[in-house]
């Protein structure tokens, strides 16, 4: 995957075991998933304009209004994801898809490769399960390509507007009582990934 402005190659590493059969890792992700999360929350409201959007994104408002947003991307290699505040979605017609929560980060297997349709509110969710042993190496891909995801935003974030946006970003974080705070999170994920 080839990330947009700057150019950076990100390589999947298709030799490691799944994030969620590591208990160390699945820690790390889960901290930094509901991290990336808010900041990505804050992004959208930004001084600078809704960053997601600048970097992106396509924008679908609730039916109600736009009050509550669907944000999503088409990916190299035909892959689509979704981000809600309550987590995100990842799916290729050639793998399947999966939804990865904000806060229990295990991914669980979606009954399309597709975000369709839409979900407003978690409790909408489709019936999600386990990955099942046969869906590892999928699901292993899939997981892959979100990391990815966010590694590039956040060099994308770094080049454009320094450290200096990210830093405020998370003191706000640090004082709503979270206790461990990743400040590269470019690096943060890639430590998942390794």
């Not at 889960?30 to 304009?49: P, T």
């Not at 309550?86 to 490769?113: C, K, N, Q, T």
Request: charged letters at 25%.
């Amino acid at each position: 995957m080839t990330c947009p402005v700057v150019g950076k190659n990100v390589s999947v590493n298709a030799s490691l075991e799944p994030y969620w059969r590591n208990d160390e890792k699945l820690a790390l992700m889960s901290g930094l998933m509901h991290q990336q999360l808010y900041v990505i929350g804050r992004d959208i409201e930004s001084k600078h304009g809704n960053l997601l959007m600048q970097f992106g994104a396509k924008k679908t408002c609730a039916p109600e209004g736009c009050a509550v947003s669907l944000y999503s991307f088409t990916l190299p290699g035909k892959y689509r994801l979704a981000l809600r505040g309550f987590g995100v979605f990842i799916g290729a017609d050639h793998l399947g898809g999966i939804f990865i929560r904000r806060y229990e980060v295990e991914p669980r297997w979606m009954p399309s490769s597709r975000f369709e349709p839409i979900v407003w509110l978690p409790q909408q969710m489709p019936r999600l399960r386990k990955v099942r042993v046969s869906e590892i190496e999928p699901a292993r891909k899939l997981t892959d390509q979100v990391m990815q995801f966010f590694i590039c935003y956040e060099l994308w974030i770094r080049e454009r507007f320094g450290k200096r946006l990210r830093v405020g970003q998370l003191v706000s974080f640090k004082r709503l009582g979270n206790q461990r705070v990743y400040w590269d999170m470019a690096e943060a994920w890639e430590d998942v990934r390794k």
